[in-house]
Antibody, heavy 121, light 107 residues
């Protein structure tokens, strides 16, 4: 059974940093592209960042470039999102997602339950 | 970056009726990397359709996708009670821009 378990969310002050983690199991993580998607309270889905299996290809939403960094550790079956200079508008539930087909270019079949990030003073 | 515009914002229908949801892209999606997701309250999204018209694993055949270029449609042929939810279109393929969603609620 595929499992994606996010962690690392919490309350942080504006300008602060957080590192989110996603522990993956039940599929070939080291061969799979991975993605982060977020959802502000009561709002729609927003794609955040994507990373290919070997980290050769990385992409970010234009609005986030320079503040967020996606990375992975295939030996630990883990995906990460380093978030710096956090703003109130970054408050959201952050989902880790993966494609069933494994390609960085495939749609997002598997989803975790999300970890909540709240940016507030 | 491609912008996806969904319409309508809300669709009020009864069980058994047909639902037609629209997604328009700001530029042509020549690679057909267009997907649809369903999200219910308190749940993670679920992939319904990918590659414009291919159903994901386990998705009932009352869900169908169509379109090309900049105009795409998700059709639910006969609404079941469990289909009342929010639906998002997405352009994927190395990125993942979403539309703002269409809520299908019960009349």
């Amino acid at each position: 059974e595929v499992q994606l378990v996010e962690s690392g969310g919490g309350l942080v002050k504006p300008g602060g940093s957080l590192r989110l983690s996603c522990a993956a199991s039940g599929f070939g993580f080291s061969y799979s592209g991975m993605h982060w998607v977020r959802q502000a309270p009561g709002k729609g889905l927003e794609w955040v960042a994507s990373i290919s299996s070997t980290s050769s290809y990385i992409s970010y939403a234009d609005s986030l470039k320079g503040r967020f960094t996606i990375s992975r550790d295939n030996a630990k079956n883990s995906l990460y999102l380093q978030m710096d200079d956090l703003r109130a508008e970054d408050t959201a539930l952050y989902y880790c997602t993966a494609p069933q087909g494994g390609s960085y270019y495939d749609p997002f079949d598997y989803w975790g339950q999300g970890t909540l990030v709240t940016v507030s003073s | 970056e491609v912008v996806l515009t969904q319409s309508p914002d809300t669709l009020s229908l009864s069980p058994g009726e047909r639902a037609t949801l629209s997604c328009r892209a700001s530029q042509s999606l020549t690679n057909s990397y267009l997907a649809w997701y369903q999200q219910k309250p308190g749940q993670a999204p679920r992939l319904l359709i990918f590659g414009v018209s291919k159903r994901a694993t386990g998705i009932p055949d009352r869900f169908s996708g169509s379109g090309s270029g900049t105009d795409f449609t998700l059709t639910i042929s006969r609404l079941e009670p469990e289909d009342f939810a929010v639906y998002y279109c997405q352009q994927y393929g190395g990125s993942g821009t979403f539309g703002h969603g269409t809520k299908v609620d019960m009349k």
